[in-house]
């Protein structure tokens, strides 16, 4: 379409370019301005996919920005035409937006692009009381004059902040019974939209404060955060999630001023039960997030364990750092995990009794050497006192136990790995970090039942997580409790946009329901696990030209596949010398190809469950463990195991 317009009319409204808002029925609503050039663009590309990466870069330039950025936006647009079924601005799944209107314009001289039109709405914004952009008939005065002094209410905020808060509402004690809250991503009203990732963080923080009450069940983040900020339906909130209250909030944060709204609700009456608004300088957020969750605990009547704020003149700026880098870790796109890693870095440097951070930084330093070296030992020393320093600064801190816990058991001490999961355990009994790595250690002890009640206490607390959930199908089919795993594995498919996993034909076949599997598993990528499930179900010759291919990979992967597939034949023998041979090709395997949890897999193989009474199952598990646990030599700067193909990959990668 044409871009050199006045005014696009679509659905019942305008868009006026030239005053830089949108309105209808003769009542003009303003947008922030990324908010309006967001929706600009959008307009300007009616019916067509408009990419996330497109919007960014159109509205935002070369600025940094995360694509929670742009949600925030997208919520504003559609509180301003009213789309709460959001058919008129479409999401299109894990690609972008789509503005399924037709729009109609009228060319007049040319207008600046949307990534000007955002700075112009910028001034716009702030034009003086007599200016022609503020004139508007009758019918609008109204509308025109609250956004004015709401306007001058944050005028006055951002030159003058309050250290007491201020309640906004103030009702009657909620009546439901049940002690439990979802904690939802707060909504940025930042006047540029680029601070979702710190409004995410705050309102991580304070579930993390929360959930420190044993009173109170506290729903995990990747659950709580899968709702949209601004625009949550609450009765859809309670029916997944299962909880008595939310809490939603809004986050401004304007040069060094920060004002934070947040308002508890009943899901059971819809009630704002309490609502209250704190505005202060940003250099004491670390005091004012714990400030909030002591404010919402007393309304539920639950006490929090006491915790340690920070006060170094440098916390805030280290707050800020950490947050950054804890989004990029969660995120997890090419590059996160390295620039993760360094924000945290920052943030120790300047706020050296962050026990988050540190806590952090030995996290990254951990992940990154599973998933991008392939080696559970990178930057071990630098983990363990990364660790040290966390727990000097808060000891009841249950990840930084978790964290020495993994720390212990990639330096061969068990011992002190499961004290160290104890006392994560009893501090934070209901985390899923916590019992994720119980539940793992109790897997690998052979003891399976208590692993899937873990397991199950996981999704009880993050019920909308595909991982767990798909993880506690896992450990069902492994228990043999086959028709429960199956029903995980459909509601992971549901959560994952019909993602279809192996493990349902693995189910289907376990049940005897082959032709149901045999249908599933030719939605199953080419590989190495399509032709081991394809050799179990395909007619000839199909099946024996996947079994040709298997036996021609000479991998790991590959070999535990065959040793499956003889298991579930009935050929014991045939299945221990595939796995023996696994064994054997671990010490030449680049780990980078490997499993590092080879051992817990096989735990939980529904195929290889006839081989758990046989003697030789043990030895076999536990070599593959100890494959991860032998002793190091000096490689470089830092340390790896014995000669493997890797060794000198990881040399260059620690080399200064």
Same mark, same amino acid.
């Given at each position: 379409m044409d871009t050199d317009q006045s005014a696009y009319a679509f659905a019942g409204f305008t868009l006026d370019v030239a005053r830089g808002t949108l309105n209808r029925g003769g009542i003009e609503t303003r947008l922030r301005p990324k908010s309006y050039a967001v929706l600009r663009h959008l307009v300007e590309h009616p019916g067509r996919l408009v990419g996330k990466q497109e919007l960014l870069d159109a509205v935002w330039g070369s600025t940094v920005v995360t694509e929670g950025s742009l949600t925030q936006?997208?919520?504003?647009?559609?509180?301003?035409?009213? $789309?709460?079924?959001?058919?008129? +601005?479409?999401?299109?799944?894990?690609?972008?937006f789509m503005l399924?209107?037709?729009?109609?314009?009228?060319?007049?001289?040319?207008?600046?692009? =949307? #990534?000007?039109?955002? %700075?112009?709405?910028?001034?716009?914004?702030?034009?003086?009381?007599?200016?022609?952009?503020?004139?508007?008939?009758?019918?609008?005065?109204?509308?025109?004059? +609250?956004?004015?002094l709401a306007g001058i209410a944050w005028w006055f905020i951002g030159h003058r902040a309050t250290d007491l808060p201020h309640d906004v509402t103030e009702a009657p004690q909620a009546t439901s019974t049940g002690n439990s809250i979802a904690v939802l991503r707060f909504l940025d009203l930042s006047p540029d939209g680029d601070q979702a990732y710190f409004a995410d963080g705050l309102a991580e923080e304070i579930l993390h404060l929360l959930a420190q009450s044993p009173g109170l069940k506290v729903i995990a983040r990747s659950s709580s955060f899968v709702f949209e900020p601004g625009s949550v339906d609450i009765a859809t909130v309670a029916g997944q999630l299962g909880v008595a209250y939310v809490l939603e909030g809004s986050v401004r944060r304007a040069g060094d001023q920060l004002r934070i709204t947040v308002q508890l609700i009943d899901t059971s009456t819809r009630?704002?039960?309490?609502?209250?608004?704190?505005?202060?300088?940003?250099?004491?957020?670390?005091?004012?997030?714990?400030?909030?969750?002591?404010?919402?605990?007393?309304?539920? *009547?639950?006490?929090?364990?006491?915790?340690?704020?920070?006060g170094a003149p440098g916390s805030a700026a280290a707050q800020d750092l950490y947050l950054l880098g804890r989004h990029l870790f969660l995120r997890r796109q090419p590059g996160d995990l390295e620039a993760a890693e360094r924000h945290?870095?920052?943030?120790?440097?300047?706020?050296?009794?962050?026990?988050?951070?540190?806590? %952090?930084?030995?996290?990254?330093?951990?992940?990154?050497?599973?998933?991008?070296?392939?080696?559970?030992?990178?930057? +071990?020393?630098?983990?363990?006192?990364?660790?040290?320093? #966390?727990?000097? =600064? $808060?000891?009841?801190?249950?990840?930084?136990?978790?964290?020495?816990?993994?720390?212990?058991? =990639?330096?061969n001490e068990? #011992? *002190? %790995?499961r004290a160290s999961f104890e006392r994560a355990r009893q501090l934070a009994p209901r985390d899923p970090l916590v019992l994720g790595s119980l539940s793992r250690q109790a897997l690998l002890e052979g003891r399976l039942d208590a692993a899937v009640e873990l397991q199950r206490s996981m999704v009880e607390v993050d019920p909308l997580s595909a991982l767990y959930r798909g993880n506690y199908g896992a450990f069902l089919l492994g228990a043999g409790r086959y028709e429960e795993a199956l029903e995980q594995f459909r509601r992971v498919s549901t959560l994952a946009s019909g993602e279809r996993l192996p493990d349902i034909s693995r189910a289907l076949l376990m049940l005897g329901r082959i032709d149901e599997a045999r249908i599933e598993s030719q939605a199953i990528p080419v590989g190495p696990v399509r032709d081991q499930l394809r050799v179990l179900l395909a007619p000839e010759p199909e099946a024996t030209a996947a079994l040709q291919r298997l036996q021609a990979d000479d991998s790991v992967r590959a070999q535990v596949l065959l040793g499956e597939i003889a298991a579930y034949r009935g050929n014991a023998d045939a299945a221990v010398a595939h796995l023996e041979a696994a064994v054997e090709r671990m010490t *030449?395997?680049?780990?980078?190809?490997?499993?590092? $949890?080879?051992?817990?897999?096989?735990?939980?193989?529904?195929?290889?469950?006839?081989?758990?009474? $046989?003697?030789?199952?043990?030895?076999?598990?536990?070599?593959?463990?100890?494959?991860?646990?032998?002793?190091?030599?000096?490689?470089? #700067?830092?340390?790896?195991?014995?000669?493997?193909? =890797?060794?000198?990959?990881?040399?260059?990668?620690?080399?200064?």
């Open positions: 936006c997208v919520v504003e647009i559609r509180r301003a035409l009213g $789309d709460t079924d959001q058919r008129l +601005l479409r999401t299109i799944p894990r690609q972008g399924d209107a037709t729009v109609t314009a009228r060319s007049l001289p040319s207008q600046p692009s =949307a #990534a000007d039109m955002a %700075a112009e709405a910028e001034s716009a914004a702030a034009a003086p009381a007599d200016h022609p952009a503020l004139r508007s008939p009758p019918v609008a005065a109204v509308v025109l004059g +609250l956004l004015l009630a704002h039960v309490w609502s209250r608004t704190y505005d202060h300088e940003f250099a004491r957020v670390l005091e004012l997030q714990r400030r909030v969750a002591v404010d919402v605990a007393e309304r539920l *009547k639950v006490s929090l364990a006491p915790s340690p704020v920070q945290f870095e920052e943030a120790v440097a300047l706020d050296p009794a962050h026990a988050r951070a540190w806590t %952090a930084l030995a996290g990254a330093y951990r992940v990154r050497g599973i998933e991008e070296f392939g080696d559970p030992e990178y930057r +071990l020393d630098a983990q363990r006192q990364a660790l040290d320093r #966390a727990l000097v =600064a $808060d000891p009841g801190l249950a990840e930084a136990h978790v964290r020495l816990a993994h720390y212990y058991r =990639a330096a068990p #011992a *002190k %790995a *030449k395997a680049d780990p980078i190809d490997v499993s590092h $949890d080879l051992a817990g897999d096989l735990w939980l193989s529904p195929f290889l469950a006839p081989l758990r009474e $046989d003697s030789r199952w043990l030895p076999i598990v536990r070599a593959l463990s100890e494959r991860w646990e032998t002793p190091r030599v000096t490689c470089c #700067a830092g340390t790896v195991r014995p000669p493997r193909r =890797a060794r000198a990959r990881c040399c260059r990668a620690r080399r200064p």
